[in-house]
């Protein structure tokens, strides 16, 4: 029961997004236009009479109004002005090749269309740099849009509080655009950090993205590389979905605590690299359904009440020289069979000796276990998982066997933790006590006390 309420919510998770209007292909006619005299700008003159190729500055102040930019020119803000949107669609609209937008705070105060993609600087052209803004009060911060070799960098993106993530859009939302770079934004409160769709060829490099739904997600968009970014707090550190040849390296998948969440999800994603990342902290640390010939390597994952999901519907992935560390269960595994390959991991729980000194266990580690069975269809369960009782089935397991299920094991498990290469993580407000945790803890033992209080009553 409780793995088919889990494939359930990872499913609806997965449908709510692959419906929305984040996903669909931005028809033509939606491309919003100049924007009408009552408005525009007052900075719209300067443009207008700039140029192709020329540098426009603007001063500190505030400019209320729309911007359009048709022409190749730099429009760079000194002092940080700020840009107020007419609220009617986007504040600066690039309709022309090699146009940079730098050093402006932009508000889009709230308004505008989410089926016109209405943006802080919404792009339909090639060769755009978008650098050094602070963007707030936009449905979409930056939205690309058939932009090849763009580049937004040094961003600051917050969201519209008080939505829904199905009423609001994307941090940095990518359509339809190959060789894009997004490098050293931070993000925040918006439906998905990074949302790409159609575009290959890009990096997605030294990011932040955290309190939102998908901290990075890829649909249809082969051939990228992403590292060393912070994706925290979500539904989904990353949700990478009908794509091939991604690779990763380096980054961190943390804090996703929402049920089923998940730091790390391939959903029809085949020939993935992942090395060096860092997975904690998440209610289940990586997920993988219908996808093939992933290789996963000098990982960490940690802290997770599950460490891996995957279905039978999956094949050919490979585990080799991660280190899986203080997971409450290792696997939970959806079907009847897997073949995913392990070898050459480390599992904090093995208890295994070395004798021989090689640096392996003596015998293979299993993942699959009688607990993990009892895990997947009990959802109390959980609370024993670290205890006395959990640990005397597994033996009774392994001198008993009377159920059977499905094995995997590790063939080599590594005997001690591999020094990894994966980035450091300080969780946020852990300094002391956990507040949920001790509520919980708190709740917990209210409830008992009331429980052994009824039961003398009754004598």
Same mark, same amino acid.
């Given at each position: 029961m ?11 998770l997965?449908?709510?997004g ?22 525009t700008?007052p ?20 400019w ?7 022409k ?20 600066v609209?690039?309709?022309a ?9 932009i508000?889009?105060? =709230? ?7 209405t943006?802080g600087?919404?792009?339909?052209a090639?060769r ?5 803004c602070? /963007? ?10 058939? *932009?090849?070799?763009a ?10 509080p008080?939505?829904?993530p199905?009423?609001?859009?994307? %941090?940095?939302h990518?359509w ?12 925040r ?9 159609? *575009?290959? =060829? ?12 998908y901290?990075?997600?890829y649909m249809?968009?082969d ?7 912070? +994706?925290?707090?979500?539904a989904? %550190? ?7 040849? /991604? ?5 961190r +998948? ?8 998940? %730091?790390?999800?391939?959903k @029809?994603c085949d ?8 997975i ?10 219908? #996808?093939?010939?992933?290789v ?13 999901v995957i ?12 280190? &899986?560390?203080?997971n409450?269960?290792?696997l939970?595994? #959806?079907?009847?069979?897997?073949d ?5 991991? &480390? ?20 993942l699959?276990?009688? +607990?993990?069975h ?6 109390a ?11 005397a089935?597994?033996?009774?397991e ?13 063939v *080599?498990?590594? @005997?001690?933790?591999?020094e ?14 956990d ?10 033992? *209210?409830?008992g006390?009331?429980?052994? @209080?009824?039961?003398r009553r009754?004598?």
């Amino acid at each position: 029961m409780r793995a088919r309420l889990l494939a359930l919510a990872v499913g609806a998770l997965v449908a709510a997004g692959g419906a929305s209007a984040d996903e669909a292909a931005p028809p033509a006619q939606n491309l919003e236009g100049r924007p009408g005299v009552s408005e525009t700008s007052p900075l719209q003159a300067r443009i207008d009479a700039a140029a192709p190729g020329a540098t426009v500055e603007v001063a500190a102040g505030t400019w209320t109004g729309d911007l359009w930019i048709d022409k190749p020119l730099r429009l760079v803000g000194r002092g940080r002005p700020r840009l107020v949107g007419s609220s009617r669609g986007s504040v600066v609209r690039v309709r022309a090749a090699e146009v940079t937008v730098e050093g402006f705070d932009i508000d889009g105060r =709230g308004g505008g269309d989410l089926a016109r993609d209405t943006a802080g600087v919404h792009v339909a052209a090639a060769r755009a740099t978008v650098r050094d803004c602070r /963007i707030a009060g936009c449905l979409f911060g930056i939205y690309l849009r058939a *932009s090849d070799d763009a580049t937004v960098a040094g961003c600051t993106i917050a969201g519209i509080p008080g939505k829904d993530p199905g009423e609001k859009g994307s %941090g940095i939302h990518v359509w339809n655009s190959q060789r894009f770079r997004l490098e050293r934004n931070e993000i925040r409160d918006v439906r998905d950090g990074f949302y790409i769709q159609s *575009s290959s =060829g890009g990096v997605v490099r030294g990011n932040v993205a955290r309190d939102l739904r998908y901290g990075l997600h890829y649909m249809f968009s082969d051939d990228n590389l992403f590292e060393d970014n912070l +994706f925290e707090n979500g539904a989904a %550190g990353t949700a990478l979905m009908y794509s091939k040849r /991604i690779t990763f390296r380096r980054n961190r +998948f943390v804090r996703n605590r929402g049920f089923a969440s998940v %730091g790390l999800l391939l959903k @029809a994603c085949d020939e993935v690299v992942a090395e060096d990342n860092l997975i904690a902290d998440n209610a289940r640390g990586i997920f993988l359904e219908g #996808s093939y010939d992933n290789v996963f390597r000098g990982n960490v994952v940690a802290a997770s009440d599950v460490a891996l999901v995957i279905y039978d519907s999956c094949a050919r992935n490979a585990f080799t020289g991660n280190s &899986f560390v203080g997971n409450l269960s290792p696997l939970s595994l #959806s079907g009847r069979r897997t073949d995913t390959r392990f070898e050459g991991n &480390f599992w904090s729980d093995a208890s295994e000796p070395d004798l021989d000194g090689d640096g392996r266990s003596d015998r293979p580690y299993r993942l699959s276990s009688v +607990f993990d069975h009892l895990r997947g269809n009990l959802t109390a369960a959980d609370l024993l998982a670290q205890s006395l009782a959990a640990r005397a089935l597994g033996a009774a397991e392994l001198a008993f066997p009377v159920l059977a299920p499905v094995a995997v094991e590790d063939v *080599s498990p590594l @005997a001690r933790a591999p020094e990894l290469a994966v980035p450091e993580w300080t969780p946020r407000g852990r300094s002391g006590a956990d507040p949920a945790g001790m509520l919980g803890a708190l709740a917990l033992l *209210s409830a008992g006390g009331a429980t052994l @209080a009824r039961g003398r009553r009754r004598r």
